[in-house]
């Protein structure tokens, strides 16, 4: 697929006066920290900043604070410079239109009981985007721009597929021009070529309208088209974050080697032996002392069990918090899962073909 | 793997009232095989799994054609005789296990019931659970557990523990894996090439992902409109497609080159 084939080159860092910035984000849901410290830029667009991690790696959570959806227990948010926690009155209402979310189910997101074309309306609507008299075509054009027929407006969310009403969901979130989009894992509940469509309308109308968009995701493939840089997420705090190139091809935290292994590859040649990590991720309410991955690093060291590892530079806009980074960067083995007979057998075969 | 195969199904077609969902002339899955079902949502291949359980019906679908099972045609069998089978030897999983679980019974004990059921005794379905437990690399200590206590790919493998423990030679997998975490989903992926190793169990994955096809199937079949458009080995099919719309599919998987 290549959705992101024809971008522009993306700069490697967001510059001096970011649209977005989370500085210290610290949010507390009872005893568990869901996301402990976080500090992220986004550029003006056209940009895209991936999030990756998994379940319960405090990705979603992020995004649905810049919405402004849950409330922050510590450091701050600052969008196009002014403090979005104290946004009151008309700047919130601003700030609500220029700020964007898309969720991963559409069927949640829309009114089952409302027509695409009412769906739409009622956000030109209430941000005074058109006038009254203007609203029917511009839903049309709406509609027309994320890649369905202008007559969708006239049909109900469950006579549509999942990947039509997730670009309804684009369309409705595009309606009243944002600066900054929330993808929440805009894809995750689609088939592959829906996602592949989706990909491809993001790319499209990140470069028509000067996007700016957080990818939140727990698949590195997705991000690698779409953003050019990418934050790796583990228990609520980053564990590396550069360039998207720069970390898939010389990632410095075994996470992000671990993440980008499990990403299943068509080609045998762009298959590698899975990095196994054990067990499952540790119970948030008591996070692991030390490097909160330690109990499933396999290089970890007495060292990752005492002392946090703090961010810092592996590279020219790379930062990893690890304490072996440079280990993973020098190659280090890390143990992978034994490729079964039968996979062997056919990877054999593969290769004999002309 | 060739000859009849464990699994076989001949002239099946699927229909509502007059509208036909599936048309296969020939699917055959082998002993120990792990045969890829690939297409997109509405192409039949989840109503050929209902299909081959017998349970197509129960959504209002009629079925005609064979469906065997080591040479024993199922589609003549009575609803008790196939209920035997259903479980025991052919079992399925499904892609959100959160739904396939009663949220008010212990997981432990929807699979000692299942043993149960199937003939098991009380000390014995305790012992059997724990020990497929153990099997799927979970601690029976999460037997005591309910659904909700229970991760997605913890709760999927609580699933493939329930065919574990019944001994299944069939796994119908129909999309486990979609609604998992890539990580999680490459742990999922990794036990079924174990089950297929140590137990022999011939496993029909269905799945949209022809990578994650890849990176299982011995063989692979391609669905489209309930027609099945190309089949063959997964490694030739997936190298060199002879049907433009396995080609689609094949373009439509994300891969790690970053263009940015």
Same mark, same amino acid.
């Given at each position: 697929?290549?959705?992101?084939?024809?971008?522009?080159?993306?700069?490697?860092?967001?510059?001096?006066?970011?649209?977005?910035?989370?500085?210290?984000?610290?949010?507390?849901?009872?005893?568990?920290?869901?996301?402990?410290?976080?500090?992220?830029?986004?550029?003006?667009?056209?940009?895209?900043?991936?999030?990756?991690?998994?379940?319960?790696?405090?990705?979603?959570?992020?995004?649905?604070?810049?919405?402004?959806?849950?409330?922050?227990?510590?450091?701050?948010?600052?969008?196009?410079?002014?403090?979005?926690?104290?946004?009151?009155?008309?700047?919130?209402?601003?700030?609500?239109?220029?700020?964007?979310?898309?969720?991963?189910?559409?069927?949640?997101?829309?009114?089952?009981?409302?027509?695409?074309?009412?769906?739409?309306?009622?956000?030109?609507?209430?941000?005074?985007?058109?006038?009254?008299?203007?609203?029917?075509?511009?839903?049309?054009?709406?509609?027309?721009?994320?890649?369905? &027929? $202008?007559?969708? +407006?006239?049909?109900? *969310?469950?006579?549509?597929?999942?990947?039509? =009403?997730?670009?309804? /969901?684009? @369309? %409705?979130?595009?309606?009243?021009?944002?600066?900054?989009?929330?993808?929440?894992?805009?894809?995750?509940?689609?088939?592959?070529?829906?996602?592949?469509?989706?990909?491809?309308?993001?790319?499209?109308?990140?470069?028509?309208?000067?996007?700016?968009?957080?990818?939140?995701?727990?698949?590195?493939?997705?991000?690698?088209?779409?953003?050019?840089?990418?934050?790796?997420?583990?228990?609520?705090?980053?564990?590396?974050?550069?360039?998207?190139?720069?970390?898939?091809?010389?990632?410095?935290?075994?996470?992000?080697?671990?993440?980008?292994?499990?990403?299943?590859?068509?080609?045998?040649?762009?298959?590698?032996?899975?990095?196994?990590?054990?067990? &499952? $991720?540790?119970? +948030?309410?008591?996070? *692991?002392?030390?490097?909160?991955?330690?109990? =499933?690093?396999?290089? /970890?060291? @007495? %060292?990752?069990?005492?002392?946090?590892?703090?961010?810092?530079?592996?590279?020219?806009?790379?930062?990893?918090?690890?304490?072996?980074?440079?280990?993973?960067?020098?190659?280090?083995?890390?143990?992978?899962?034994?490729?079964?007979?039968?996979?062997?057998?056919?990877?054999?075969?593969?290769?004999?073909?002309? | 793997?060739?000859?009849?195969?464990?699994?076989?199904?001949?002239?099946?077609?699927?229909?509502?009232?007059?509208?036909?969902?599936?048309?296969?002339?020939?699917?055959?899955?082998?002993?120990?095989?792990?045969?890829?079902?690939?297409?997109?949502?509405?192409?039949?291949?989840?109503?050929?799994?209902?299909?081959?359980?017998?349970?197509?019906?129960?959504?209002?679908?009629?079925?005609?054609?064979?469906?065997?099972?080591?040479?024993?045609?199922?589609?003549?069998?009575?609803?008790?005789?196939?209920?035997?089978?259903?479980?025991?030897?052919?079992?399925?999983?499904?892609?959100?296990?959160?739904?396939?679980?009663?949220?008010?019974?212990?997981?432990?004990?929807?699979?000692?019931?299942?043993?149960?059921?199937?003939?098991?005794?009380?000390?014995?379905?305790?012992?059997?659970?724990?020990?497929?437990?153990?099997?799927?690399?979970?601690?029976?200590?999460?037997?005591?557990?309910?659904?909700?206590?229970?991760?997605?790919?913890?709760?999927?493998?609580?699933?493939?523990?329930?065919?574990?423990?019944?001994?299944?030679?069939?796994?119908?997998?129909?999309?486990?894996?979609?609604?998992?975490?890539?990580?999680?989903?490459?742990?999922?992926?990794?036990?079924?090439?174990?089950?297929?190793?140590?137990?022999?169990?011939?496993?029909?994955?269905?799945?949209?992902?022809?990578?994650?096809?890849?990176?299982?199937?011995?063989?692979?079949?391609?669905?489209?409109?309930?027609?099945?458009?190309?089949?063959?080995?997964?490694?030739?099919?997936?190298?060199?497609?002879?049907?433009?719309?396995?080609?689609?599919?094949?373009?439509?998987?994300?891969?790690?080159?970053?263009?940015?």
């Amino acid at each position: 697929m290549t959705a992101g084939g024809d971008l522009p080159a993306g700069r490697d860092l967001p510059e001096a006066q970011p649209l977005l910035r989370i500085s210290d984000l610290t949010v507390r849901f009872g005893p568990v920290r869901a996301v402990n410290g976080v500090s992220l830029a986004v550029a003006a667009g056209p940009f895209g900043l991936g999030l990756v991690g998994e379940s319960g790696s405090g990705k979603s959570t992020i995004g649905r604070t810049i919405l402004r959806l849950v409330r922050s227990s510590g450091g701050s948010i600052t969008f196009a410079g002014s403090d979005v926690g104290s946004l009151r009155g008309a700047a919130l209402k601003a700030y609500r239109r220029d700020v964007q979310i898309v969720f991963q189910d559409p069927d949640n997101s829309l009114d089952p009981r409302m027509r695409i074309g009412a769906t739409i309306g009622e956000v030109l609507r209430a941000h005074h985007v058109v006038p009254r008299g203007a609203i029917t075509e511009r839903v049309g054009a709406l509609i027309a721009e994320a890649g369905l &027929d $202008p007559e969708f +407006a006239q049909r109900y *969310p469950h006579q549509m597929s999942g990947g039509q =009403r997730q670009r309804v /969901a684009i @369309a %409705r979130a595009l309606s009243v021009q944002p600066r900054l989009l929330v993808l929440d894992e805009p894809t995750s509940a689609l088939d592959v070529r829906s996602q592949a469509q989706i990909l491809k309308l993001i790319a499209r109308l990140r470069s028509e309208h000067n996007l700016s968009y957080l990818l939140i995701t727990h698949n590195f493939g997705v991000v690698s088209e779409l953003c050019e840089q990418t934050a790796v997420l583990y228990l609520g705090k980053i564990a590396e974050i550069g360039t998207t190139h720069v970390l898939l091809r010389a990632p410095a935290h075994p996470y992000t080697v671990a993440l980008r292994s499990a990403v299943p590859e068509v080609t045998v040649a762009g298959r590698r032996s899975r990095i196994v990590l054990p067990g &499952d $991720p540790p119970d +948030a309410t008591s996070p *692991p002392s030390g490097c909160v991955f330690h109990t =499933r690093c396999p290089l /970890a060291v @007495a %060292r990752c069990r005492t002392e946090v590892p703090l961010l810092r530079e592996a590279g020219p806009a790379h930062q990893v918090a690890c304490h072996r980074a440079e280990d993973v960067l020098a190659g280090a083995e890390m143990p992978t899962h034994r490729r079964p007979a039968a996979v062997e057998r056919r990877e054999a075969s593969a290769s004999e073909l002309p | 793997m060739t000859g009849t195969g464990r699994l076989g199904i001949s002239g099946l077609q699927i229909s509502f009232g007059s509208r036909q969902v599936v048309s296969i002339e020939e699917l055959r899955l082998g002993h120990a095989e792990i045969l890829g079902l690939a297409g997109e949502s509405g192409s039949g291949k989840s109503m050929t799994t209902l299909a081959i359980l017998g349970l197509a019906h129960t959504v209002g679908a009629s079925v005609s054609g064979s469906i065997t099972l080591d040479g024993q045609e199922l589609a003549a069998l009575p609803q008790e005789r196939l209920r035997e089978i259903r479980g025991r030897r052919i079992a399925a999983i499904f892609q959100s296990s959160a739904t396939a679980f009663n949220p008010v019974y212990r997981v432990g004990t929807v699979v000692t019931k299942a043993l149960r059921l199937h003939g098991a005794s009380k000390s014995d379905a305790a012992d059997q659970a724990a020990e497929a437990m153990r099997q799927v690399l979970l601690s029976p200590d999460l037997m005591r557990r309910y659904p909700s206590q229970l991760s997605g790919g913890q709760l999927q493998r609580v699933a493939i523990a329930l065919a574990v423990a019944l001994r299944a030679e069939i796994l119908l997998a129909d999309e486990p894996t979609s609604a998992l975490d890539v990580t999680v989903q490459a742990e999922v992926l990794d036990l079924l090439r174990d089950l297929r190793e140590s137990v022999g169990m011939s496993i029909l994955f269905i799945s949209h992902d022809l990578a994650v096809v890849a990176e299982l199937c011995d063989r692979v079949a391609v669905m489209r409109h309930g027609l099945i458009v190309e089949q063959g080995p997964a490694s030739r099919v997936l190298a060199a497609p002879a049907h433009p719309y396995t080609a689609e599919l094949l373009e439509s998987v994300p891969t790690l080159a970053s263009p940015l």
